[in-house]
């Protein structure tokens, strides 16, 4: 009975003793395990050629806008356009009273008669003095009156003349014409209304909205860049078409509008470093209407030798700087700070801190840090 505690006592120190061996050769087995090099994904970047094209705000501007201002003052006597209808150059639109435009027009037709036959009479009196001045049978005052005579009276029909073209042009402008074709807006006189010469307000407005345009606000610096990498030659451009714009009008992306780049302003805007770009759409089921805000996708053209990195291989810093995990010759870990552009589909265009053939890690950055040994597998 002594020796039953002994015993028990020996078999619990050789059980204290097997479970300690048993720990020693797991933790030697898991120092063997995180000594081995860490397997990771990577991407190796080769050069090529992307399509450069960003998204731009803009706002529709109509191709050309005209404010109907009346020429002569009277009486408004008759409107003849439908309020937002289609109006063609040259049609008439208001006509005010004609009355006292055309007692104006008689007027002055018999002044011009008058002054006409003044000038006949004084024009034969005129050739008699000729002759008669060279037969000396009259005097040379005689015949200075007779010439001053013609040529006051060749005057005062050239006056009549002009305000006889004046009387018709004002019965003209009792009709007010159209001055461009397009879009009319609603009317902002009525029938019996005065209308007066220099008046503030117009008539109405005519807006031409086939072709149409679309002012679009781009940063100075990204067009800096656009135009640095043209004159360097990586950025390659169509030159005949020109930059081409694309405006999607539904979510769902099936109504899509394509015009052409003019030209974009010589100036930048102060207050916000901006650039405005016109660009020229055809319009000819009225999809834009000016006033309208658009958000216009620029095709510059195709940036030649572009390193692309995928989004996840891309991470920040605590200040927000791009960086990214390389694997170097030695086969261990890299961080390297970047330089992004836009983006591409699931890509960032890069600019500068990576180069041609370097291996970007894209799987497993959770489980690395810098100057870590790993192994390289590429990633499809």
């Given at each position: 009975m002594?020796?039953?505690?002994?015993?028990?006592l020996s078999l619990a120190f050789a059980t204290t003793f097997w479970l300690a061996a048993c720990g020693q050769a797991e933790h030697t087995s898991d120092g063997m395990n995180t000594g081995a090099p860490q397997s990771v994904g990577v991407v190796t970047l080769t050069p090529q050629s992307v399509p450069v094209s960003t998204t731009l705000p803009g706002r529709v501007t109509a191709f050309k806008v005209a404010e109907v201002r009346p020429q002569v003052s009277g009486i408004l006597r008759q409107q003849r356009f439908v309020e937002g209808s289609l109006v063609q150059q040259g049609e008439p639109l208001y006509q005010l009273d004609p009355a006292l435009f055309e007692a104006e027009l008689a007027a002055a037709q018999a002044s011009l008669a008058s002054a006409e036959a003044v000038l006949q009479a004084n024009a034969a009196r005129y050739e008699r003095s000729k002759g008669l001045l060279e037969e000396k049978a009259i005097s040379q005052q005689d015949y200075d009156e007779a010439e001053a005579n013609f040529l006051s009276a060749q005057a005062n029909q050239q006056v009549a003349q002009a305000a006889l073209q004046k009387a018709q042009l004002n019965l003209d402008y009792s009709r007010v014409a159209a001055p461009i074709s397009g879009r009319i807006g609603r009317s902002s006189v009525t029938v019996g209304a005065l209308i007066q010469v220099g008046q503030a307000q117009a008539l109405t407005s005519i807006h031409q909205l086939d072709p149409i345009y679309v002012d679009i606000v781009q940063s100075s610096d990204e067009f800096m860049r656009l135009q640095q990498a043209a004159r360097s030659g990586r950025l390659s451009t169509d030159s005949e078409q020109g930059p081409r714009v694309t405006i999607t009008l539904d979510s769902a992306g099936e109504q899509q509008l394509t015009g052409t780049?003019?030209?974009?302003?010589?100036?930048?805007?102060?207050?916000?470093?901006?650039?405005?770009?016109?660009?020229?759409?055809?319009?000819?089921?009225?999809?834009?209407?000016?006033?309208?805000?658009?958000?216009a996708e620029l095709a510059a053209g195709e940036l030649q030798q572009t390193l692309l990195v995928p989004q996840q291989g891309v991470t920040r810093d605590a200040r927000g700087r791009p960086t990214a995990m390389v694997v170097n010759a030695q086969g261990e870990?890299?961080?390297?700070?970047?330089?992004?552009?836009?983006?591409?589909?699931?890509?960032?265009?890069?600019l500068d801190g990576l180069s041609a053939g370097d291996q970007v890690i894209v799987e497993g950055l959770q489980k690395i840090q810098p100057g870590a040994k790993v192994t390289a597998e590429e990633v499809k």
């Open positions: 002594r020796q039953r505690p002994f015993a028990a780049l003019l030209f974009n302003e010589v100036t930048v805007d102060s207050d916000t470093s901006s650039i405005t770009l016109r660009a020229q759409f055809d319009n000819a089921d009225q999809w834009l209407l000016p006033g309208m805000y658009v958000r870990v890299e961080m390297r700070y970047l330089t992004l552009g836009n983006t591409y589909n699931a890509n960032w265009i890069v």
